[in-house]
């Protein structure tokens, strides 16, 4: 782990001294690897930390872009933000996310294992909520990029924006969350279905977990 964080400080020197601007690209991987000597393995581990941090932020077939990733559809989520409650938001979620896990154990790689894994390991190790909600928002986003279907990714993103205005905004109770939260397990089982290919235990376990997040809310906002 003090490799990765050796290269993290390296790329974020990287991004704060090469005159970077938000949105410009960020080099190739090949490049990347070459230059710091280090290999794609390592570099994605890296890469991956960085997009948590909001330094950079990656599209599938365009390539890795400095800064925040932006948000789609920008006067539609702000509309809808005005419109809609928490429950809505779990509604659609109910709807679209077990299917992406059907697909994502379908159609996903290694690397997008690897991002899983790196997603849910980081969640469990959070010392506060917004680095886990940082990592929770990565591992959903991570299952709708293993998809490989651009349009599922597309309403993923809106619908990813809604839920972290509408539901994010509620204030925590605690520091972090606890060492029995059940979303590290349900987490964990999620990524363990699509890994195995087994869409449909990783859409009943993501169905699950999404009942539990809303049983929650309903029960103390604070600690959805």
Known sequence: MTEIN????????????????????????????KKFGTTRNQLRRALA??????????HVGRGTFVGVRPVLNLQDVTYLRDQIKPEHVMAVRLSIEPELCRLAAL??????????RLCHDRCCESLDWRNYEAWDNNLHYAIARATRNQLFLYF???????????VWAQPRTT???????????????IVDGIINGDGERAATVMTNHLNTVHSRFNKDPCKA
């Open 6 to 33: 050796g290269l993290v400080a390296q790329l974020r020197d990287l991004i704060d001294n090469a005159g970077y601007q938000y949105n410009d690209r960020f080099p190739p991987e090949r490049e990347l690897c």
């Open 49 to 58: 930390e960085l997009e948590a941090q909001g330094r950079i932020w990656r």
């Open 107 to 116: 159609n996903a790689t290694k690397s997008d294992y690897e991002q899983m």
């Open 156 to 166: 993923f993103e809106t619908l990813n924006s809604l839920r972290r205005s509408v």
């Open 175 to 189: 520091d972090r969350p606890p060492s029995d939260y059940a979303s590290f397990y349900e987490h964990s089982a």
